[in-house]
């Protein structure tokens, strides 16, 4: 494979002299560039300025800004397969930066800061079938914040490590890191060398492309099919398949609940099948007896399909949900805008209906959503509910809504949440 890495700080000028960055030494992603040398991998190293030697047989590009290394890691993207995004990026840079040494003044100096370019965010739309690891370096609720990560950036894998600790922080040799992915619970590491958690980085990555349902891994899944509509199909038709394929992309959107045997986390494509199965056997619980089931089945299969470029965001993160109804709605227009246009109607209009909560069909699909991952998470011991933090409260008040569609269930929730607690799966 190809792999292409990150590593460092970068630094961001606000004249000759000065500059932001950060404690990075590059130790972290210079010792992922060696592993995958060391493995046989030909790779690509962007670094920002360091005190390491150049590694042997790694194409090494320098770097300053943070500027400078999306062009790099953009302009060597497309002939990769894998992206190791390592490096510690400037947040902010000087709004203005002065040609000539600033003064220093008896007063404070009036500088404005301006947001870096989030490199992966930016790149997320170019993925493809690229495998994409993130780095998260936190001080703080160190595994929400890389999970939040995780899925705004859409990686497939982030290493989070507290670099508050004097042995896994920056500068030293040492780390201990977190790996987190969509599809398993997260993996502690204990304390080890940065080159060995380096090997542990690529391992995984040749397991994910060892996975992959073609041989050759990601380059030969590049050349299964091409992209675009369908052909030899006519203009609608080749619509509704261009929109049928790209839905197939929901089955890779993993949520946060653990299927009912605890063996791997659910994907959006079985939630919403899930759910439909559910509104046929239970429409004798809706509040309204004679709820259009039809049309339940409908919203709770369409509901989710924004997903796809929204992602799916946890329903206790507080961080993450902000901005969410923005996402999903720039979502829902893309992907239903892919077919013609009474069914783009349609699907916008069931979907618009799931989320305003205000028919009784779509009361009792909001019933059935709350409900399913409620028994996910009572039956799996609330393994997913601990590693949050969630309590008593925030699930009641989470499924507070479930009586609207259905009393019942919401009988039978509440009796639920009260013997989760009793068991110790849920705080009360």
Avoid at 11 to 30: A, C, H, L, Q, T
């Amino acid at each position: 494979m190809r792999i292409l890495v990150t590593a460092g700080p970068t630094r961001e000028f606000m004249d000759p002299v000065r500059f932001i960055s950060n404690r990075s030494s590059g130790k972290m992603g210079y010792a992922v560039a060696i592993a995958a040398r060391n493995r046989g991998h030909e790779v690509v190293l962007v670094s920002g300025p360091v005190a390491l030697a150049a590694p042997v047989g790694v194409t090494v590009i320098p770097v300053v800004s943070a500027a400078e290394m999306l062009a790099a890691v953009s302009g060597n993207l497309d002939s990769c397969d894998v992206l190791v995004m390592a490096a510690a990026v400037a947040d902010w840079r000087p709004a203005a930066v002065s040609g000539q040494k600033l003064k220093k003044l008896k007063r404070e100096p009036d500088m404005r800061l301006e947001p870096t370019a989030d490199i992966l965010q930016t790149l997320k739309p170019r993925k493809g079938d690229r495998v994409f690891i993130g780095f998260a370096a936190e001080t703080e609720q160190v595994e929400a914040e890389a999970r939040r990560k995780l899925v705004s950036k859409g990686l497939d894998m982030i290493i989070a490590n507290d670099v508050s600790q004097a042995d896994a922080g920056f500068d030293v040799d040492t780390n201990r890191v977190v790996l987190i992915t969509s599809e398993a619970l997260p993996l502690s590491l204990p304390l080890m060398s940065k080159q060995e958690v380096g090997t542990r980085v690529i391992q995984w990555v040749e397991e994910r492309v060892k996975a992959s349902p073609r041989k050759g891994g990601i380059a030969g899944l590049r050349d299964m099919a091409p992209a675009g509509s369908v052909p030899r199909a006519p203009g609608r038709l080749a619509q509704q398949l261009g929109f049928i394929r790209e839905i197939d992309r929901l089955k890779l959107v993993l949520r946060r609940t653990l299927l009912m045997d605890g063996t791997r986390y659910e994907n959006d494509a079985e939630h919403s099948w899930h759910l439909a199965v559910m509104a046929i056997l239970l429409r004798e619980h809706a509040n309204t007896p004679d709820v259009d089931v039809g049309r339940v089945v409908k919203m709770v299969l369409v509901h989710d399909i924004v997903e796809i470029d929204a992602g799916d965001t946890y329903c206790y993160d507080d961080a993450g949900n902000r901005g969410k109804v923005a996402r999903e709605q720039v979502a829902a227009a893309r992907l239903f805008g892919l077919l013609p246009e009474d069914q783009r109607q349609e699907f916008q209009a069931l979907w618009e209906e799931f989320e305003s909560r205000v028919t009784p069909e779509a009361k009792f699909a909001a019933a059935l959503d709350r409900v399913q991952p409620l028994m996910h998470n009572y039956y799996t011991g609330g393994v997913v509910w601990k590693q949050h933090g969630v309590n008593s409260a925030k699930v009641q008040d989470r499924n507070r809504h479930v009586g609207e569609g259905s009393l019942a269930l919401w009988e039978f929730a509440e009796e639920l949440i009260r013997d989760a607690v009793a068991r110790g799966y849920l705080e009360a």
